[in-house]
């Protein structure tokens, strides 16, 4: 029963000879979500032999382009391979927009599926969906538009424990965040700049890898991957070596690598 996340991207506001934009791909016993769609997404996609038509819910934590310039052309691939499946889209306020301007231009008034907008209000941690594998949650983070993170929680397995993933990106380290999250086994949060440049990260509103890591130690998680980075850097290996001087136990989430969380069976009493 797999619970993997495979990152397609993971370069910040402009990418790289190495690095796509953001976005991810979380696999819940053969369920599939889309976490954030950035410029290049479908190709990734392709690239990595995960199908189109397997996506059935796309979560967007914001709407600055690196997350979302992907959109429409996924939607029209779908749509020229005939998808019939609803798309559901989960965003804070303003995506209808771009689905809108999308219709307009494209002269594509009708897809060949329903796309399904939902979008993300409220305070706290609030419950977004009830899946076959999984419950979603929405909590806010602290960036410079409205911007989502995202946890999810598996349904319960027989002789197994739940397992949770935690997707936070972008925001400035936030407190509350170990609350919502706490216990979670996999933790992706970005990490756009090093330490040395905290005050770059204070201005825009984003974290260092130090600050992800001390997010990761207070909340108790399993693992950290840090992403997202900027392209400043033109190496990585720092982000990991700062991050583990913290929380010995993250990585990089790579493009096209794929993370597993294992399962934890119960003991026999």
């Known amino acids: 029963m797999p619970l993997t996340l495979t990152s397609l991207g993971c370069a910040s506001a402009l990418p790289t000879k190495e690095n796509y934009f953001t ?11 889309l976490l954030d769609c950035g410029e290049g997404t479908q190709l990734r996609l392709r690239q990595l032999d995960i199908s189109l038509g397997s996506i059935e819910h796309v979560f967007i934590t914001h709407l600055h382009g690196d997350h979302i310039y992907g959109l429409p052309g996924l939607i029209s691939s779908m749509h020229l391979l005939d998808r019939t499946a609803p798309l559901y889209l989960y965003a804070p306020k303003g995506l209808e927009k771009m689905l809108s301007f999308y219709s307009e231009f494209s ?6 599926f329903p796309v399904i ?3 993300i209000t409220g305070a706290g941690l609030i419950q977004i969906l009830e899946g076959e594998t999984a419950r979603v949650y929405a909590f806010p983070l602290n960036h410079s538009i409205p911007t989502s993170g995202f946890l999810f929680r598996e ?3 027989r002789k197994s424990k739940p ?3 935690a997707y936070c ?8 965040i170990t609350e919502w999250i706490g216990g979670v086994d996999l ?3 970005e990490a756009t700049f090093l330490e040395q440049d905290v005050r770059s990260a204070a201005q825009y509103l984003h974290s260092t890898a130090r600050q992800a890591a001390q997010i990761a130690l207070d909340a108790g ?4 991957l840090l992403g997202h980075f900027s392209s400043r850097y033109k190496e990585t290996s720092a982000f990991l070596a700062e991050a583990r001087e913290i929380f010995p136990n993250t990585e990089l989430s790579t493009e096209g690598r794929t993370f597993s969380v294992p399962r934890r069976f119960i003991s026999a009493t």
């Open 155 to 157: 349904k319960s397995v």
């Open 163 to 165: 397992r949770s993933v």
């Open 107 to 112: 002269g594509r008034q009708e897809l060949s």
């Open 187 to 189: 933790l992706f949060h």
């Open 23 to 33: 976005a991810h791909v979380l696999n819940i016993r053969g369920r599939f979500f």
């Open 169 to 176: 990106t972008d925001t400035a380290p936030s407190p509350e």
């Open 117 to 119: 907008y939902r979008e």
């Open 221 to 224: 998680a399993g693992k950290l």
